[in-house]
């Protein structure tokens, strides 16, 4: 259908990457509310009692300007309502005229209040200097005119300031300051918002056990209170911030808790709101049906369309992807209903374009819906979101909806209209300096110029979405789970598209670039995964130890792209150099999971040897003939994707296994940790397990005789069962630094760091307490962690990328080298492939990938241990030397 819509007198806050490109929940929105509303002390919920209170209780005043004061607090109230309804330049218009009145009729304490809410409404529009500008001038003023509240206050707008710049630590700094004036002040309330405000900061920073240490404590001090509509709000709140830092399951709870008091007291739209909240931490979880209930009960609660629309639409967002039915066909006119009965404001901007998000994909699957979501019915929505933005002079609300219907343009293949729809929503963002969404549009602009032939163009645009993507890292790392559960979804592409572009002319300029986006790739994962930056110790890149001190070492970058598999690859004294085989990206994967399904010992070898060669003949036979001249020894692999999940080890040439022929290591990019040889240093190590069925876990017999042997292989502190407890561990690892740490024991790893855990005496101990306590140790003690030894865990099932924990596991625990298992091996062959380790680590000029070799050739020349089920799940990540 050809789309023909004009759109009239069109010219060509950051918000922590709140608000998802694509998915324009009002839900972020509130969110951002929220917290805008913590990190200043409930200010705004406060307006009116704040300017009475001066009014009142301070002799500040002169009696003549009492009239003037009991105006001025209506005008700030009247800001206050603007901004509510999300007309943001007019509650700026209102809150500016307040600040300027007060400051004519010499209000100090007032006038810093108004340019407190002035800051915020700045932020919320995303003109950051103007914000602060603002906070800047309201502190100035209470130096003149101090007031713990206020103080306050002013610390906690400052501090989102420096949070959403990246400045995690300053924000931290602020708010204990903050904290410290609210406890002069007497405000319990204020301390909690700063304490809540901390743990944001502290999640940040990595700090992830004062995180949760803080949170609990500020939900032990509201259990205390009594109830209230303050409590039931500070609970309220507290559960979405658990939902921000992972906490999902405690954030149910806390959510619960909050529900039971606001139906004790009858607040109807709260209980609403907090079902709604309920709802997204359900789907989090993937619990799919009650997020549904709890979406249903929260738009039966609420009398008001807005509240009703946002449990709509997210009630929609679940039901996409799956067949549509009725439910689909229902949802639709009343979402629509809703719309209409909405007054212009950015929240109903953001429901019409989440609206037209969700319909065109809808349209796109469901032919039997044609009729209800025509491509021009979803164009006329999306014109008319930019047109009230426009008359808001919202223009982040603006660029979001004509960015909308440059990609609607886009899907009708429209493509002139799509580049210049596109090209004023970058303008757009770029006018207010909207970094986070600016990228979006650079890389939707990619895609058409690419689709246009225009490939130069193209790449220039693509580059400019991956450099704002590398600025925004620590903005992405600690984003809300929305968009975190979304990174391969709406991140991930914006790299592979780069490649891909790069890899059609692989130039030696285009290939280093290339291989430059899929490390930055693969570091964006792990931060993704431990919403982070977790790459943070010194580094060495691998093209300097392969060209120095191992120049019998290879690198080789296997890439899934959409249509093909694509190989870079770097060997000693050569530029890089790539192949490729063509092949949709659905058979790859699926070629990769039928190969890690064909390990089971039970299942046919020949099937797996023929899907072992095949990923041997489009990872390793064309390059063969220049290994062999150069002599390499060790094969390091950057590995992506679902390939993370596969042992390289067991590659098979028609002949023999990979390992047969070479050492094999893994990395999760260029940079290691001061990689450096086990050569003369002389290893002891923690040795930990358990032996005996804990927590729903199976007992492993056999890790017994594993510690004992390897303990007469390397002098070791042993705590084993009832002494291996998290607290034992921590007290050990933190007072007797070793070079090595070895751990046999449950675990997993998954994609999903919540779900990645080492299982211990009294608990599972989750990846972030773990590495954590690795790290700590590391920058401490004055022997680093050579070598960490994860025995017995394995990549959770059905989790094409669950390998992605290891990696985490591996980077952030500050570890050079880390040995784990890909699945959950035999207990005595285990037993003997970690003897073996050690015997060979005791081994002079033996390198720690070649000691892991020979270890599992140790196996593989016993027949009942030839399956490479027994002997290759075991993998080195990190330092090979």
């Known amino acids: 259908m050809k789309l023909n819509l004009r759109i009239s007198n069109y010219t060509p806050f950051r918000l922590f990457s709140i608000f998802w490109i694509g998915k324009f929940s009002r839900n972020n929105r509130k969110f951002l509310s929220f917290l805008g509303l913590v990190l200043c002390g409930f200010l705004l919920v406060t307006a009116p009692a704040t300017a009475r209170h001066f009014e009142s209780k301070s002799s500040i005043f002169p009696q003549s300007q009492a009239i003037a004061t009991s105006e001025l607090s209506a005008l ?19 809150w500016q005229r307040a600040a300027q009145r007060y ?29 602060r500008s603002a906070i ?17 206050q002013a610390l906690n707008a400052q501090g989102r300031l420096q949070l959403s710049a990246g400045q995690a630590e300053a924000a931290l700094k602020t708010w204990q300051t903050s904290e410290r004036a609210y406890g002069d002040a007497g405000d319990d309330t204020g301390v909690l918002g700063s304490q809540i405000n901390q743990a944001q900061a502290l999640q940040s920073l990595g700090m992830f056990q004062r995180s949760r240490k803080l949170l609990e404590n500020v939900q032990t001090q509201l259990s205390k209170q009594s109830d209230s509509s303050i409590k039931v709000a500070g609970l309220h709140n507290l559960g979405i911030v658990m939902q921000m830092v992972g906490n999902i399951e405690e954030s149910q709870e806390v959510l619960k808790q909050s529900l039971a008091i606001a139906q004790r007291l009858e607040m109807t739209e709260e209980c609403a709101a907090i079902l709604l909240s309920l709802g997204n931490a359900a789907r989090m979880l993937d619990a799919t ?35 549509p039915g009725s439910e689909a066909r229902q949802l639709l006119p009343q979402i629509q209903a809703n719309l209409d009965r909405l007054p212009p404001s950015r929240d109903a901007i953001y429901a019409q374009v989440n609206f037209a998000e969700s319909a065109m994909q809808l349209a796109q699957q469901a032919t039997s819906m044609a009729e209800m979501l025509r491509p021009d019915e979803i164009a006329r929505q999306l014109a008319g979101a930019a047109n009230k933005a426009k008359q808001l002079q919202d223009i982040r609300a603006e660029s979001f909806a004509l960015g909308t219907l440059g990609k609607l343009y886009e899907q009708q293949q429209q493509l002139q209209e799509a580049q210049n729809l596109t090209q004023k929503a970058l303008n757009l963002s770029q006018q207010i300096q909207a970094t986070d969404i600016a990228y979006q549009w650079q890389w939707q602009l990619a895609r058409i110029l690419a689709k246009e032939g225009e490939m130069k163009s193209a790449i220039a645009a693509n580059k400019e979405a991956f450099k704002i993507l590398q600025s925004l890292r620590g903005d992405l790392a600690a984003m809300n789970p929305d968009v975190r559960f979304s990174f391969q979804e709406e991140i991930e592409p914006i790299y592979r598209h780069l490649v891909s572009l790069l890899l059609e002319s692989p130039s030696p300029d285009n290939l280093r670039q290339a291989r430059n986006v899929i490390e930055s790739l693969q570091l964006a994962e792990l931060e993704n995964f431990f919403r982070t930056a977790c790459l943070d110790a010194k580094a060495e890149q691998i093209d300097t130890i392969i060209n120095g001190r191992d120049r019998a070492a290879a690198v080789i970058y296997p890439i899934i792209l959409r249509d093909r598999l694509a190989i870079i690859f770097s060997l000693p004294g050569q530029p890089l150099k790539s192949y490729e085989t063509l092949l949709p990206q659905e058979e790859i994967e699926q070629t990769l999971r039928n190969l890690r399904a064909s390990m089971n010992p039970a299942l046919s070898d020949k099937r797996r040897l023929r899907l072992s060669q095949t990923l041997y003949d489009w990872i390793v036979r064309p390059l063969e003939s220049e290994l062999a001249q150069q002599e390499i020894k060790t094969l390091v692999f950057v590995l992506d994707g679902g390939l993370r999940n596969l042992p390289m080890a067991a590659l098979y040439d028609g002949e023999h296994y990979l390992i047969e022929n070479y050492s094999v290591a893994l990395t999760p990019g260029l940079q290691l940790l001061e990689p450096r040889s086990l050569q003369n240093i002389e290893l002891r190590s923690v040795a930990g397990g358990l032996t005996v069925a804990r927590h729903g876990f199976s007992a492993l017999p056999g890790v017994s005789r594993e510690i004992e042997q390897i303990t007469s292989k390397v002098p070791s502190k042993i705590l084993l069962d009832e002494q291996f407890t998290s607290t034992n561990l921590e007290t050990l690892i933190q007072n007797l630094p070793t070079p090595a740490i070895h751990l046999a024991t449950h675990g997993q790893f998954s994609s999903k760091s919540e779900d990645t855990f080492l299982l211990a005496w009294d608990k599972p101990m989750n990846v972030n307490e773990l590495a954590q306590l690795l790290k700590h140790r590391g920058q401490q003690g004055e022997t680093p962690l050579e070598l960490l030894v994860l025995s017995a865990c394995q990549t959770a099932s059905g989790d094409d990328r669950a390998a992605l924990g290891l990696a985490g596991l591996a980077v952030r625990s500050g570890a050079r080298s880390t040995i784990a298992t890909l699945w959950s091996v035999n207990d005595r062959s285990t037993t003997e492939m970690m003897v073996e380790l050690y015997r060979q680590f005791a081994i002079a000029k033996t390198n720690r990938a070649e000691a892991l070799r020979q270890a599992q050739l140790s196996l593989l020349k016993q027949e009942p241990y030839q399956h490479p089920y027994y002997w290759a799940p075991f993998v080195l990540v990190g330092n090979w030397l």
Request: aromatic residues 6%.
């Open 136 to 152: 800047a001038k309201s502190l100035e003023l209470l130096q003149t005119r101090p007031n713990a509240i206020l103080l306050g």
């Open 289 to 323: 049906e009650a997020a549904l209930q709890y979406y249903q009960q929260a738009i039966q609660r609420s009398a008001h369309p807005l509240n009703q629309l946002e449990a709509q639409l997210n009630q929609l967002r679940l039901v996409i992807g799956v067949p």
């Open 103 to 131: 400051e004519q009729v010499g209000d100090i304490p007032n006038q810093a209040v108004a340019l407190n809410y002035l800051s915020l409404a700045y932020q919320n529009l995303g003109e950051w200097e103007k914000a």
């Open 76 to 94: 700030l109230d009247r800001g206050k309502a603007s901004y509510d309804a999300g007309r943001l330049s007019e509650a700026v218009s209102t």
